[in-house]
C-alpha cells in the first residue's frame, strides 16, 4: 500500500503483480470511452504531480485550476482534503470534449498510465518504498483498445516518461504522511479546522508551475515538518 494517506487510491491489493519486462499488447483507440460514464467510485484523484501537470498544460495558476476543474472531498481516515477532478453531469470526465481528452500532454498519471496500474509497497529490507505493477483487466472494463502493438512494462513506463515523476510522488506521499500526522496530534476542533486549511495549502495550492516541482515539495515538506518538529525529528543527546 501507498502509504495511510493514500490508502484510498488501492481498491484491491490482491493484485498479481508482473515484471518490468512482462508484455502486454494495447493500442489505445482513442474512443473516449474510459473518460465517460464514470460512477462515483471511479472519481480521479488528483496528486500534486497531477495539477502541476495540468496548471502547465492548461497554462493556468493552480488556484484557478482548483477552482474549474476540481472539487475537494475530506479524506476519512487520514483527515486530510483530497482533490477530486470534476465531472459533467452525465459522468464524463471535465476534459472530454467531443470524444477527444483536451489535456492529453498533462492528464493525470493515472490516466497515462493506463493499462497499467501500481502500488508503492515498502521494501523492509531496503527500508524503501518501491512500485509494484500490475496489467489492469482492461477488456472487461469495457475497454476498446486493439492489440496491433506490444510494450513490455518498461516501455510503457519509458514511452510517457512517466518515472520523470516518481521521486515527487515520494515526496507527495511523505507530505501528505505528515499533514496527516500532525492532524492525528491535535486536539481541538478548531486546531484540526486550522491544520486542513494549511494541509490543504501545502499539499495543492503552494506551487509555482513555471519551477521545478521536486524543490517545491521539499520546502513544503520542510515547513510542515517545522510546525511540530518532536514528531518527525528523534531528539539527539549529546554526551560530553
Ligand atoms: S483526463 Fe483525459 S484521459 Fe483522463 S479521464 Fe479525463 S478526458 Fe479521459
Ligand atoms: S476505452 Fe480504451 S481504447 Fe478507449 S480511450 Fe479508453 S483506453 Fe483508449
Not at 500500500?1 to 518490468?20: A, D, G, P, W
Not at 493552480?62 to 475537494?72: F, I, L, N, Q, S
Not at 505493477?133 to 482492461?138: G, M, P, S, V
Request: with cysteine; hydrophobic share 30%; charged share 30%.
Amino acid at each position: 500500500m501507498e502509504n495511510n494517506f493514500q490508502s484510498h487510491h488501492v481498491k484491491n491489493l490482491n493484485q498479481n503483480f508482473i515484471t518490468r519486462d512482462s508484455k502486454f499488447r494495447f493500442r489505445c483507440t482513442e474512443c473516449g470511452d474510459c473518460c465517460r460514464n464514470k460512477k462515483l467510485d471511479d472519481m480521479i484523484l488528483l496528486t500534486t504531480i497531477d495539477l502541476y501537470r495540468l496548471c502547465r498544460v492548461l497554462d493556468m495558476e493552480t488556484t484557478d485550476v482548483v477552482r474549474k476543474y476540481c472539487d475537494m472531498i475530506p479524506g476519512r481516515e487520514s483527515m486530510l482534503p483530497l482533490l477530486v477532478m470534476k465531472q459533467h453531469l452525465d459522468g464524463s470526465c471535465i476534459f472530454l470534449k467531443k470524444g477527444r481528452c483536451t489535456v492529453h500532454d498533462g492528464k493525470p498519471l493515472i490516466c497515462t498510465m493506463y493499462p497499467l496500474g501500481r502500488i508503492s509497497l515498502l521494501n523492509e529490507e531496503r527500508g524503501e518504498h518501491e512500485y509494484h505493477y500490475f496489467l489492469k483487466d482492461f477488456k472487461s472494463e469495457g475497454c476498446r483498445a486493439a492489440d496491433d502493438e506490444e510494450y513490455s512494462v518498461d516501455e510503457w513506463l519509458g514511452k510517457y516518461n512517466i518515472e520523470q515523476y516518481d521521486e515527487c510522488s515520494r515526496l507527495y506521499a511523505r507530505l501528505g504522511n505528515a499533514c496527516s500526522k500532525l492532524m492525528h496530534s491535535l486536539s481541538t476542533d478548531e486546531q484540526r479546522r486550522e491544520m486542513f486549511t494549511t494541509s490543504f495549502f501545502m499539499m495543492f495550492l503552494k506551487y509555482d508551475r513555471n519551477e521545478p516541482l521536486q524543490e517545491q515539495l521539499e520546502t513544503n515538506l520542510a515547513y510542515v515538518q517545522s510546525l511540530k518538529p518532536e514528531l518527525f525529528f528523534e531528539k539527539r543527546t549529546v554526551k560530553s
